[in-house]
């Protein structure tokens, strides 16, 4: 199993205690405060900074969709391994049960279909129309108890993800209770949304442990085949209610449910006949064959973080084209090989004593990188106070070389957050900026946040938007829950406060040209863990973020830089430049000598103009 290599390592790091400054030592950045570190409280005025980013709108949630009696503040935080006080033990079990369960109202995970934006929920899931200059307006709502109802999006079927045992397989707001529940649904959902005015559920694919998120992997062979790979993370149903499930260790039970992910083939023709066809034993040691060949859980020292075991994947995120996914699996990163998306099969894995949760995954889009998330303390901590690591609760900056993962640095959300900000690595996507490699991010309670991880040893923030926390006194869980991009705006799915809209501002770190670029890059359906190449068609924006960029950096030669200059004026200007030809061989010439991202650009750049000559 490859291990990243410390420049601090946990177990030296044990000799003088786990601090800031020890993770500082490791990554080169600090946690400080700034001016998102004391914003005012409020649930719907509180405080707001910004930096490279606008909020456009910010869209409360709609009818059925909020109630200020599911805020959820979970518990002070105790000592690990300690028990909980007698009176927080009896404050536990109320005397009356409250309305509503934990995050049953939050906001969750979106996509994007044909100018629709199809936002998930616990409670079920809101389309809102996109299409216009406006605020986005809501077209739909659909009550659909049982969460977590992550959401994805293939033609006129819609696919959610169910997992509470609550939920019910006619979309019932009536809990289904007990141990086993003959009309209990954890799983896939799908609908089909060919008439949006009427949605209908068309099936319902039972899976033993729920679905926590799902990623649509289209056949490459046959594109009448949609397979579904479904990550689950709760626990293990009873076989008297699902009769293929079973729990348990694999060396007491190698038929245990544990271990595996699910792999849903959806037939298009007939979307309702979608079935199970494999549960892949993707966590396998490679010599032995044992299922639980990954890491088993706990901490490689006193210093380090206790890693989850990996006997599940919280998100996987394919790249088709490549072949290729990235799985968050709890306690290690892994790469498939995903060409026959039926079997898919274990390239490489990645642990690291500092990474608590793998959450998410996120490629560039040369798909020789990945961002991987660390969900420390599961989504509901203040995990981002002046006194946290920088390395926990944190991105993982990996490069992909010859076929295996190989961890760079860590990047964490620099601004220190307030104990009342529940707030940690959390979902994002890729900002489709030419020649560089940028990404947009949730971090809950933290807000939003864009990464330039072009240089994977040292990537940095470029802009964010965040606001003040929920109430004064005490964490109540909110925030940013996915930040994606999509197709020009940025679209947070705030987890109480509803749906916020943000563009990019144009400043020192990012250009009017390098926005102009992403924003031409338009794509009629969105599903973030399936990852799509962007390709942009030439034009003098294109040309100008590369040169913006080379100047950025300082170490191109001014005389070619203005020449590069006059080619993109007289293209602008729609007139011919005959010298078009020669400047494309300048710029060859610059990139054989250029190093690192400035001769990709120079490269590129070098394309276009050649492209210009004709």
Not at 425 to 436: E, K, L, M, Q, T
């Amino acid at each position: 199993m490859t291990v990243r290599r410390l420049l601090l390592s946990s177990v030296a790091a044990f000799a003088v205690g786990f601090s800031a400054a020890a993770a500082a030592a490791q990554t080169g950045q600090v946690i400080t405060p700034d001016a998102r570190s004391t914003l005012s409280p409020g649930l719907h005025d509180a405080g707001q900074a910004a930096a490279g980013l606008a909020l456009d709108y910010a869209v409360p949630p709609p009818p059925g969709f909020f109630d200020p009696e599911a805020l959820f503040a979970p518990p002070p935080p105790r000592p690990e391994g300690s028990p909980p006080p007698a009176a927080a033990a009896a404050a536990a079990t109320p005397a009356v049960a409250p309305r509503f369960s934990p995050l049953a109202l939050a906001n969750s995970d979106m996509a994007m279909a044909n100018g629709r934006l199809f936002v998930g929920n616990f409670n079920g899931f809101n389309v809102y129309d996109v299409t216009g200059d406006g605020a986005p307006q809501l077209v739909l709502s659909v009550v659909c108890p049982g969460g977590q109802g992550d959401l994805s999006v293939h033609g006129d079927l819609l696919f959610m993800s169910v997992e509470q045992g609550r939920a019910r397989t006619d979309c019932g707001t009536a809990a289904a209770e007990g141990d086993v529940n003959a009309d209990r649904f954890r799983g896939i959902r799908i609908f089909d949304i060919s008439d949006l005015a009427a949605p209908r559920q068309i099936a319902a694919i039972q899976t033993c442990r729920g679905s926590h998120t799902h990623t649509q992997v289209p056949d490459a062979d046959d594109p009448k085949v949609l397979y579904i790979y479904n990550s689950a993370t709760s626990g293990v149903r009873k076989s008297d209610e699902l009769s293929i499930c079973s729990d348990g260790q694999p060396d007491a039970n190698p038929d245990t449910a544990l271990y595996s992910i699910d792999v849903i083939r959806v037939p298009l023709d007939h979307p309702e006949d979608a079935a199970i066809v494999n549960r892949p034993r993707i966590f396998a040691d490679r010599v032995t064959g044992a299922v639980n060949g990954l890491w088993q859980g706990g901490r490689v020292g006193l210093a380090s973080q206790s890693g989850a075991q990996t006997n599940q994947c919280h998100d996987i995120t394919v790249y088709p084209e490549l072949g290729l996914a990235a799985g968050a699996c709890a306690g290690n990163g892994i790469l498939l090989d995903i060409s026959d998306p039926e079997n898919p099969a274990r390239i490489s894995e990645l642990f690291d004593p500092d990474m608590a949760y793998w959450h998410s995954a996120t490629f560039n889009n040369a798909g020789d990188k990945i961002v991987f998330t660390d969900e420390w303390g599961g989504g509901i901590g203040a995990r981002c106070t002046a006194e946290d690591p920088a390395t926990w609760g944190a991105d993982m900056v990996v490069s992909i070389e010859n076929g295996r993962l190989r961890g760079r640095a860590f990047h964490k959300l620099p601004s220190a957050q307030s104990k009342f900000e529940n707030c940690v690595a959390h979902n994002g996507s890729i900002i489709p900026v030419p020649g560089r490699d940028l990404m947009v991010q949730a971090w809950y309670q933290g807000g939003v946040s864009i990464t330039d991880f072009t240089d994977p040893d040292h990537p940095v923030e470029i802009a964010y938007f965040d606001r003040g926390p929920i109430e004064a006194d005490r964490l109540v869980v909110g925030g940013s829950w996915s930040a994606y991009w999509f197709n020009g705006r940025i679209y947070s799915s705030e987890i109480v406060r509803g749906l916020d809209v943000l563009s990019l501002v144009p400043g020192e770190s990012l250009s009017a040209a390098e926005i102009a670029a992403a924003e031409s890059v338009i794509v009629d359906v969105i599903n973030p863990q399936t990852q799509v190449r962007a390709v942009w068609a030439d034009s003098p924006d294109v040309a100008q973020a590369y040169l913006d960029q080379l100047m950025r950096s300082g170490t191109v030669d001014t005389a070619l830089t203005a020449r590069v200059h006059a080619g993109i004026d007289a293209w602008r200007a729609g007139a011919a430049d005959p010298q078009a030809a020669a400047l494309a061989g300048r710029l060859t010439i610059a990139a054989g000598a250029a190093q690192g991202a400035n001769a990709g650009r120079l490269t590129a750049l070098a394309g276009l103009f050649e492209r210009r000559a004709g």
